[in-house]
């Protein structure tokens, strides 16, 4: 009796496990994820800003709603204080022993599951580990040719709750690949398919000159001491990756100094944009003197020279 009281004290106050599922966006991650967590028990999934449980949706709201991309992506990310406390409040409750976080890049899900105080994943799954490319292509021209997205929920639950975007629905039997069920005769699992806004109006980017300035304004903020001599930019379906040359001042702690400006870029154009930074590179391109009081001093006096012997010479 007494280890029956603590084994149950016990799975009470276990910790959670995290697993994700990354692939790029349109690959097929929400079509394959119930697949997923049957087969390794996982309990519920979050996924474009829904916690799902048992076919059902019990908390947050869906990305697909939005209607600008941006808008997507900052629901996905559980950016709205809001929104990812009245989701936290409901994990926080359920005590969920597995969780899937689904995300377009593993720093997303990391972001994700920081953001709704999990922990961060023990296990991360590509969507290449778990589908052919052929799927792969197929899902992804569904996405882009049709505009096709997929909630892993039964049609019920989303007309219910998202009856505007609803399409269609469709059953995939969990009986092949590396999904084979316990069960001999199969399961018949159901997904709905639906069209969001943003998807019938297409991606809303930010521009370069946009992207330069707010580059510039950062690192004004961060360090301005810092000189920018260039900004490259370069995006996928992943998001944006900057890379930034930069000049120093002689005796600046280099190390801390560019880990802090990397983070304040990304913090800082990720909260006002929605777009994903994938990543910041610092190139340090010169180190420059710092002028002293003495070295203005000199500077002023060969001026004010040269400025006497411009009027001399006049």
Same mark, same amino acid.
């Given at each position: 009796?007494?280890?029956?009281?603590?084994?149950?004290?016990?799975?009470?106050?276990?910790?959670?496990?995290?697993?994700?599922?990354?692939?790029?966006?349109?690959? %097929?991650?929400?079509?394959?994820?119930?697949?997923?967590?049957?087969?390794? +028990?996982?309990?519920?999934?979050?996924?474009? %800003?829904?916690?799902?449980?048992?076919?059902?949706?019990?908390?947050?709201?869906?990305?697909?709603?939005?209607?600008?991309?941006? %808008?997507?992506?900052?629901?996905?990310?559980?950016?709205?204080?809001?929104?990812?406390?009245?989701?936290?409040?409901?994990?926080?409750?359920?005590?969920? $022993?597995?969780?899937?976080?689904?995300?377009?890049?593993?720093?997303?899900?990391?972001?994700?599951? &920081?953001?709704?105080?999990?922990?961060?994943?023990?296990?991360?799954?590509?969507?290449e580990d778990i589908a052919t490319q052929e799927e792969?292509?197929?899902?992804?021209?569904?996405?882009?040719?049709?505009?096709?997205?997929?909630?892993?929920?039964?049609?019920?639950?989303?007309?219910?709750?998202?009856?505007?975007?609803?399409? +269609?629905?469709?059953?995939?039997?969990?009986?092949?690949?590396?999904?084979?069920?316990?069960?001999?005769?199969?399961? @018949? &699992?159901? $997904?709905?398919?639906?069209?969001?806004?943003?998807?019938?109006?297409?991606?809303?980017?930010?521009?370069?000159?946009?992207?330069?300035?707010?580059?510039?304004?950062?690192?004004?903020?961060?360090?301005?001491?810092?000189?920018?001599?260039?900004?490259?930019?370069?995006?996928?379906?992943?998001?944006?990756?900057?890379?930034?040359?930069?000049?120093?001042?002689?005796?600046?702690? @280099?190390?801390?100094?560019?880990?802090?400006?990397?983070?304040?870029?990304?913090?800082?154009?990720?909260?006002?944009?929605?777009? @994903?930074?994938?990543?910041?590179?610092?190139?340090?391109?010169?180190?420059?003197?710092?002028?002293?009081?003495?070295?203005?001093?000199?500077? +002023?006096?060969?001026?004010?020279?040269?400025?006497?012997?411009?009027?001399?010479?006049?």
């Amino acid at each position: 009796m007494k280890t029956d009281i603590l084994q149950s004290i016990r799975q009470k106050f276990s910790p959670t496990t995290v697993y994700a599922l990354v692939g790029e966006s349109g690959t %097929g991650k929400s079509f394959r994820s119930k697949l997923l967590a049957e087969q390794y +028990n996982i309990n519920a999934i979050i996924d474009d %800003g829904l916690l799902i449980q048992d076919e059902k949706i019990m908390a947050g709201h869906s990305a697909k709603r939005e209607k600008t991309y941006m %808008g997507a992506v900052r629901r996905a990310l559980f950016d709205d204080k809001e929104h990812r406390d009245s989701v936290a409040k409901v994990l926080k409750k359920s005590r969920f $022993k597995k969780i899937l976080i689904l995300g377009t890049s593993e720093k997303m899900v990391m972001k994700i599951a &920081l953001r709704l105080q999990l922990p961060q994943p023990a296990k991360i799954i590509h969507i290449e580990d778990i589908a052919t490319q052929e799927e792969i292509e197929i899902a992804a021209k569904s996405r882009q040719v049709e505009g096709k997205h997929v909630i892993p929920v039964p049609s019920i639950e989303v007309k219910k709750t998202y009856p505007q975007i609803f399409s +269609n629905s469709m059953h995939d039997f969990f009986s092949r690949g590396p999904f084979k069920s316990k069960n001999k005769k199969g399961k @018949l &699992l159901e $997904k709905s398919i639906v069209q969001p806004e943003f998807s019938k109006k297409g991606r809303v980017e930010i521009s370069e000159a946009a992207l330069t300035q707010m580059v510039m304004h950062c690192v004004a903020e961060c360090s301005p001491d810092v000189k920018v001599k260039k900004i490259a930019i370069k995006t996928d379906a992943r998001g944006y990756k900057l890379v930034v040359t930069i000049d120093v001042p002689f005796g600046t702690q @280099l190390t801390g100094k560019v880990h802090k400006l990397q983070q304040y870029i990304i913090d800082k154009i990720e909260t006002y944009t929605g777009i @994903l930074i994938e990543e910041v590179s610092i190139v340090i391109d010169k180190i420059t003197k710092v002028e002293t009081s003495t070295d203005l001093e000199k500077k +002023n006096k060969a001026n004010m020279t040269r400025i006497s012997l411009a009027r001399n010479h006049e």
